[in-house]
């Protein structure tokens, strides 16, 4: 089945440096990939997305890139600030078929920014 | 502008208990989906509906029973509580059934089941 592997957490960063964290996702079609942000205390909000291989998801200074190629999604910032402080989550759906109706997700992994 | 809103937020039950756990969304989406969230394992799909009187089950549905009778409401009901099921659960919707676009999330509720 479906799978999302993303590297374990905790990360710890001081506030402007880079940041990376990685997710390689297992899947039988042509998937959708997300990436999506859980605040302290909070439900999950849709960070950013890319719909086919190359694609470029961007939002608020973050970025990944669909590489069909290494099956990886890896989520990036150059200058991380103490508000970026949460629990990341990479997910992916399928495109078509059953697996099209729900999001695999990965395990979350918990960014804290010092100042 | 509510968005997804689930009830109760923090709830303890003893083993046995049953309890519904509800959820409405105001924003018309014909999916709707809970999931669970436990420490070390990500979110893993319990039920999900794709519009009003259609249900299906996701990953994990044991225990679980939903219902869908409008395109607002999304109950879940756990018949007969088990430590197992303490968790935080979490309502989602999306208008697009097909998850092309974005899943709103409620805020969770977190369970506790003695």
């Given amino acids: ?115 | 502008n509510a968005g997804v809103t689930q009830t109760p937020k923090f709830q303890v039950l003893k083993t046995g208990q049953s309890m519904t756990l509800q959820c409405a969304q105001d924003m018309n989406h014909e999916y709707m989906s809970w999931y669970r969230q436990d420490p070390g394992m990500g979110l893993r799909l319990i039920h999900y509906s794709v519009g009003a009187g259609i249900t299906d089950q996701g990953e994990v549905p044991n225990g679980y029973n939903v219902s869908r009778s409008t395109t607002e409401d999304f109950p879940l009901r756990l018949l007969s509580a088990a430590p197992s099921q303490t968790s935080v659960y979490f309502c989602a919707s999306s208008h697009d059934t097909g998850l092309s676009g974005e899943l709103f999330f409620g805020e969770g509720s977190r369970l506790t089941v003695l």
């Fill in chain 1, 1 to 115: 089945g479906d799978s999302v592997t993303q590297m374990e957490g905790p990360v710890t960063l001081s506030e402007e440096a880079f940041l990376t964290i990685n997710c390689t996702y297992t899947a039988t079609g042509y998937p959708s990939l997300f990436w999506y942000v859980q605040y302290p205390g909070e439900g999950l909000q849709l960070l950013l997305k890319a719909t086919k291989a190359d694609d470029k998801g961007s939002n608020k200074g973050f970025e990944a890139t669909y590489r069909k190629e290494t099956t990886s999604f890896h989520l990036e910032k150059g200058s991380v600030q103490v508000s970026d402080s949460a629990v990341y989550f990479c997910a992916l759906r399928e495109n078509s078929g059953a697996g099209s109706y729900q999001l695999t997700f990965g395990k979350g992994t918990k960014l804290s920014v010092i100042p």
